[in-house]
């Protein structure tokens, strides 16, 4: 089984059950123990051994896999500071941390570690998650007993990630920020709007209809014509349909809209059962199941297994086609889009997973950073100095 796979333990109880079991198996030592209880005073050590004459202490510390705790320095100090309190005494000091590796707490155990030996002082050492995994895979006693479930590990185990495997990801939607800008009208006078006219209907289409103008202030009004400023969207699909001249549906892709896709994991060694999956989605204006659809005329039924609650749109349930996932195996949510604002911010999807004898919970992390387009276009007036230029964000597409 890869490293990677060895799960850690879910409460600091079972990583120091884990850490005598292994380090009995390591010094060959039965008589390694659990150094007094809880409330009572330990002088830093949590187990104790004599394997090789002298005695070993070792200080546990269980953190946090999912906020990626490390160990201080502050807590490094305290605990070796305790140490040297313990009878009779020690001649190494361990620190056993569920906390993945970190080169500047490797660094500052070296510096203890040669400045405890330049004193006469016990050895100090830290060994990692990675470095633990590798000594129960190293030690079948322990591996039989922790990975095999000999022991007091939990049996069932799944998570929910992005597609990519990752837990945080981040989105970069589109946006065309327009303004609008005033010009004296005068200026138009000095050309020839029958010309100008003229090339725009060159430029035209050609099952549009011809630009009729016949005055200079038609011409004016034509070409004031705002863009639209379009209302507040609520619909967060991110292809859009319309039938063009010749009846064929078409689409456009809205940018400004974001899409993901979740995937459920099961670590575990047995099969999850009748299972599903609740979600419920922050800082977000509005989200839904992506429609499968690929044309407007699409008459196909697909379908869909997540589904989000009209009564409570920002939450959704996925229910599985099939009620039984394997160990070792994983599936997709449908793809799900929402919509944000057009400023930098933060999307929580908190999770929760319910299954026959098992449950378990988390959140998802998206960083949603928007590209923004600069636009500026111009409203002819007869007076521009009693007009502020006027700005709005609105979606940007894609044909």
Known sequence: MPKKVIPKPVYWTDF??????????????????????????????????????????????????????????????????????????????????????????????????????????????????????????????TYNWYVNHQGFRQQSEATLIFDDGKPEITLRPHFTKRTKRYANVETLRLLDYREMVKQMDISRPVMMPKIIIESFEEYVSFINQDFPENEPKTDSQPVEYFLSNFVHDSKRKNLSVCTIRLKLLNLGDKPLEDFKIYLNFRNVLSCDTVDKRQRFLDLNKYTYNTYFFREQPFKAEYIPTETVLVEGDELFLDKICFRTSHKNTNVVINWKLMARGYQSSGELKIRVNPVIEKFDYVKWVESPKDFCPHTVFVDKYQY
């Open 16 to 141: 120091e059950d884990l850490c005598k079991r292994l380090w009995t198996e390591i010094w060959q030592y039965p008589e390694t123990k659990k150094h007094g209880r809880s409330g009572q005073p330990q002088w830093g050590v949590d187990i104790y051994g004599r394997p090789s004459g002298g005695y070993v202490g070792i200080q546990c510390k269980g953190k946090d896999e999912y906020s990626h705790q490390q160990l201080s320095k502050q807590e490094i100090d305290e605990e070796i500071s305790k140490a040297t309190l313990f009878q009779p005494a020690l001649t190494k000091f361990y620190f056993a941390t569920t906390s993945n590796r970190s080169t500047v707490i490797d660094t500052y155990i070296r510096q203890w570690d040669e400045k405890n030996r330049l004193e006469g002082k016990f050895e100090i050492h830290i060994f990692f998650w990675e470095d633990i995994a590798d000594l129960i895979e190293q030690h079948s006693g």
